[in-house]
């Protein structure tokens, strides 16, 4: 081979490797860069459907764009922000790499319901990449807007995001199905149409889905809803909160069965006091058990049972229920989607 296509072919493979360095990096950023983004108006919506304020965002829909994010950005107006596409929910944690202004940060799920809300300050100067605080959520879409935003709209876990299905003529994200699902959302319908029925769509739940699971009364009226940990098999059962050291508020375990049987729990190496929930294979609650924590020392033997019938049976705080006012009667909702 002649010598200059030698220096040529050396040259080349020379760039490759600057190449596969920088996106090690990130600097692949720099060189590539983002492209155009597409803009959309989020409108964030309470649970009853009443609009809280809307958003004008540029969608972040690629790598680059996603690895990016703001930290170009000087500064938002007041109700502009960043939208966050992935191709479908998963947890995931967001930093505030070079960031220069600080941010509300919201995860939510396939359907635009708010899962997570972080106030994310602007880290110390010269924090390396390795020590900036990890913000997690599980979520399709993430939201950057201005910190304290969402206290000044009211937005809170629970409520939703309003992505319109289409954008400059393309789809918002590549899951079009959930964000169609978030445009109807302020629709008149049956709270109890997104239910399973006899348990088919709650029993295929894998445990890391964490589905939202809904406490509604007898008229249907949402009283509340719990992140649920999905017990399954008979380990997880077993197992159930014991390693768990502490819940969030609106967090809880759900234990699934094959169909209705009469089941016994009790509060083994328990660390925290619950409720305990027992539902029928459509979700209707036929009892409740407000569980404390055994005392030091207590052995297995000794150990209070309690007993309910059910498919489905929900631990969460102890007080819970008390707080939302569930009650013997109500049902348990579990979205068919998840």
């Known amino acids: 081979m002649p010598r200059r296509s030698t220096l040529a072919v050396a040259a080349l493979l020379g760039v490759l490797v600057l190449a596969l360095l920088a996106v090690q990096t990130g600097a692949w950023v720099d060189v590539v860069g983002t492209g155009e983004y597409d803009r959309t108006n989020v409108t964030a919506v309470d649970a009853n459907g009443t609009e809280l304020a809307t958003a004008e965002v540029r969608i972040a829909d690629s790598y680059t764009k996603r690895y990016v994010g703001l930290s170009n950005t000087e500064s938002l107006g007041p109700d502009e922000g960043m939208l966050f596409v992935h191709d479908g929910e998963a947890e995931r944690a967001f930093v505030m790499r070079e960031m220069a202004f600080p941010l509300d940060i919201v995860f939510a799920d396939a359907n635009g319901t708010v899962t997570t809300i972080h106030h994310a300050p602007v880290p110390a100067e010269g924090t390396g990449e390795s020590d900036l605080q990890r913000y997690r959520g599980t979520g399709q879409y993430v939201l950057e807007v201005n910190r304290g935003w969402t206290n000044r709209t009211g937005l809170d876990v629970g409520d939703r995001l309003q992505i319109p299905g289409e954008t400059n003529g393309t789809g918002a994200a590549d899951g079009t199905t ?17 239910c399973t029925a006899n348990g088919t769509a709650a029993a295929a739940m894998a445990p890391a889905e964490r589905p939202v699971v809904s406490a509604l009364d007898a008229n249907g009226t949402r009283l509340g809803s719990v992140r ?20 969030g508020a609106d967090e809880g375990m759900l234990f699934v069965y094959d169909e209705v049987g009469t ?17 029928d294979a459509n979700g209707a609650v036929t009892t409740i058990h407000h569980a404390p924590v055994p005392p030091e020392g207590t052995n297995e033997s000794e150990l209070t049972g309690y007993e309910g019938t059910g498919q489905y049976v929900l631990e969460v705080n102890r007080g819970w229920t ?10 348990l909702c579990f979205p068919a989607n998840q």
């Open 178 to 194: 959930g964000a169609g699902e978030v445009n109807d959302a302020n629709q008149t319908r049956d709270p109890m149409a997104t």
């Open 263 to 279: 089941h016994t729990f009790v509060m083994r190496d328990m660390d925290f006091p619950l409720d305990i929930v027992f539902a």
């Open 322 to 331: 008390n707080e939302t006012g569930l009650d013997v009667g109500d049902r």
């Open 228 to 247: 649920a940990m999905v017990a399954a098999n008979g380990s997880e059962k077993f197992t159930g909160l014991s390693e768990t050291k502490s819940l």
